[in-house]
């Protein structure tokens, strides 16, 4: 129930107020209450009993100078109140014991992608929702029943308008000392996948860096037929911008087969970095401030995807200490993030810009470093690492990535275990696990079915339950000190990880498996001399010598090995793969698709693999019965349970799969 607003201003004053007495390195100055209402009408959850929905805003006010704000890009070119202080506010929505003694005294801080949630989605099971109401939403409660405050911060400055429940930062333009704007370039760089005509500059409708002037001479139009072939620009006659100058529209129209890239003057740079702050901030909040909405004794961040990439610049730009230099996050897990960063600190950055096997090309985000420990860059020089700026910590930062075999393909992810070579493999800190999902592709929870613009039916391998013991192994580990579950993930030690023209893929009828060519790969790029600064000034980078990608090899039936094998792919029924193939009529046909991956069943029988010469052998040589292949199945799944991978609660669910996979693809 939405509380009166007399009852909402009061509560704004006395927490305003009570901010006002904390310290000074107390960057949250103020929380709006938006909303406070039960979870499911106040039904227990276990024995952590019931939950409680907070919806609000939070009031940040930060001191361009000290040590702490120093890492935020242009934020002493930010316009400050009369204290000197640069101001922002972010969405705040969190769920939490009502009863904080039966809570386990952890916060799971999703940074939430793009603005959405998918925290609750993923560890939860339920249905996914950016509000979640309903019982349906709350999935079956795991983190509830396990006692966490679960928080999301809006951190990112430029997500979509036509979401109203995205969760956003508002955060200040920086300008040029004597009051004048800051202009620089901007690269928007797409494809289409059928005719289209007129294309948004904002990527995948994120809002777009206003343009100086639309007649200025350094805005420039090319295309090109591939990501390294030359560009060709286009006649400035022949496009305009559209949509108050957020949107391109070219004469003809955009064609499938073209990458498109836009070059242009923007102005009035929003200060990016404080997401980051804001993130540091918060957490500080509920971790040390007695007047905070929450508070908890440990916070945990979790980031899907751009998020697991905004948690790895966290930690190497030095966020993870705040203002007084106490430890903000005691453990990560950063899910499918590949070896990137990301555009979440640089004067002019966009943070929705990702980099994938056919998509955003030459953007910050598949660039050194890669690896936690660090190292040193043979070409360049560099030596550097994700926990260099960590290390200065009293307590470690505990880090569990979790990749699927797609982040191979698509994430360059052999750089986060590997040399800068590509021809050793590194040891990892102590305080760092990774976990590799083979089979797994990007999105989980998928059916098996065709996808538009995919040419084969995409991975229906769901690794969430990993998630799940993952993030119990995780408290277990910050909080007893208790051993996590081994790192598993494929290496070039043991030959489980190689260059791709090296794997063996078998000759399937009628699926045609990537060429060496097209797996993602990453360069050394050069965006300006001003670049150490945070400040891009070439558009686009040079591109210098290519890093070398490694990708899992695979089994005799096209089953990657070296990691985790989930019991799917431990007794399969099916090859899964990390990488699928596009369709011609998208104008890229001989590309990955990219976030899936690809399911290509078995034959049934010994007669049906004679007649489509399918090398792999049947589900009949390997299962003579359907009992056979549940008690297999189980086995698998006990393993992955006694080595620390599953949960044993989750065993009925994941012994239910195997009986949905023998119907779906074998019948009852």
Do not use: C
């Not at 599953?646 to 009852?668: F, I, K, N």
């Amino acid at each position: 129930m939405r509380l009166p607003s007399l009852v909402i201003a009061l509560l704004v004053v006395a927490t305003t107020a009570l901010a006002a007495h904390t310290p000074a390195q107390a960057r949250v100055t103020g929380f709006e209450i938006v909303s406070r209402t039960d979870v499911l009408a106040g039904a227990p959850f276990g024995a952590t009993g019931a939950y409680e929905k907070i919806v609000g805003k939070l009031h940040f006010a930060d001191v361009p100078d000290t040590p702490a704000n120093r890492l935020v890009v242009d934020l002493g070119l930010a316009p400050r109140n009369a204290k000197g202080e640069v101001e922002s506010t972010a969405d705040l929505y969190m769920l939490r014991p009502k009863d904080e003694a039966k809570g386990n005294g952890a916060a799971i801080v999703e940074v939430n992608n793009r603005g959405g949630k998918g925290l609750i989605w993923h560890q939860n099971h339920a249905k996914s929702s950016a509000d979640p109401t309903t019982a349906e939403q709350f999935g079956d409660g795991f983190l509830m029943q396990h006692g966490f405050t679960v928080m999301w911060i809006g951190w990112q400055f430029d997500v979509p308008r036509d979401v109203k429940t995205n969760m956003k930062l508002v955060a200040p333009v920086a300008h040029n000392a004597d009051g004048s704007a800051i202009t620089g370039l901007v690269r928007s760089d797409f494809h289409v996948d059928k005719p289209t005509a007129e294309q948004g500059i904002g990527h995948n409708g994120s809002v777009p860096y206003p343009v100086a002037d639309a007649n200025d001479p350094a805005n420039v139009l090319t295309e090109r037929d591939d990501v390294l072939a030359p560009r060709q620009t286009i006649p400035r006659s022949l496009w305009h911008f559209t949509q108050n100058d957020e949107a391109i529209a070219l004469t003809n129209g955009f064609a499938p087969g073209k990458i498109y890239e836009l070059v242009y003057r923007a102005k009035d740079p929003t200060v990016v970095g404080l997401g980051l702050a804001a993130e540091r901030d918060a957490v500080a909040w509920i971790k040390h401030d007695p007047t905070a909405i929450a508070h908890v004794k440990r916070a945990y961040s979790y980031g899907i995807s751009q998020t697991g990439r905004f948690l790895r610049q966290f930690v190497e730009q030095g966020f993870n200490a705040d203002e007084d230099g106490r430890i903000v996050f005691d453990g990560m897990m950063p899910i499918v993030s590949g070896a990137a960063l990301g555009s979440f600190n640089y004067r002019f950055g966009q943070p929705s810009r990702d980099a994938a096997a056919f998509s955003s090309f030459f953007y910050p985000t598949d660039v050194f470093p890669f690896t936690d420990a660090a190292q040193t860059d043979p070409v360049t020089g560099a030596t550097d690492g994700i926990l260099t700026h960590a290390n200065a910590l009293a307590t470690p930062l505990k880090i569990m990535y979790l990749f699927t075999s797609h982040e191979y393909y698509g994430r360059v992810a052999s750089l986060t275990t590997t040399n800068v070579e590509g021809t050793a493999d590194v040891t990892l800190p102590p305080s760092v696990r990774a976990y590799a999902v083979m089979g797994g592709e990007h999105v989980p929870r998928v059916a098996a079915k065709p996808r538009e613009g995919a040419r084969y039916t995409v991975d229906p391998l769901d690794y969430t339950w990993t998630e799940r013991a993952l993030l119990v192994r995780l408290d277990a580990w910050v909080r007893a000190g208790t051993a996590p579950p081994e790192s598993h993930y494929p290496r070039i030690a043991d030959a489980t990880l190689v260059a791709p023209e090296k794997t063996h893929f078998p000759a399937i009828a009628g699926v045609k498996a990537p060429t060496p060519a097209v797996v993602h790969r990453t360069w050394r790029y050069d965006f300006g001399p001003q670049w150490r600064s945070g400040i891009s000034t070439q558009q686009p980078p040079i591109l210098g010598a290519a890093y070398p990608v490694l990708v899992p090899q695979m089994d005799a039936d096209g089953n990657d090995l070296g990691g985790l094998r989930l019991p799917e792919i431990a007794v399969p029924l099916a090859t899964y793969t990390g990488w699928n193939m596009r369709t011609s009529e998208t104008g890229f046909g001989d590309h990955l698709v990219d976030f899936f991956g690809s399911y290509f069943p078995f034959p049934a029988t010994n007669a049906e693999r004679t007649r489509t010469g399918d090398p792999r052998r049947s589900v009949a040589e390997r299962y003579p019965t359907r009992a056979a292949y549940l008690t297999a199945y189980d086995a698998a799944t006990a393993a992955l349970v006694r080595d620390g991978y599953l949960l044993a609660t989750d065993v009925p669910s994941l012994h239910a799969r195997a009986e949905e996979l023998w119907a779906t693809t074998q019948g009852p």
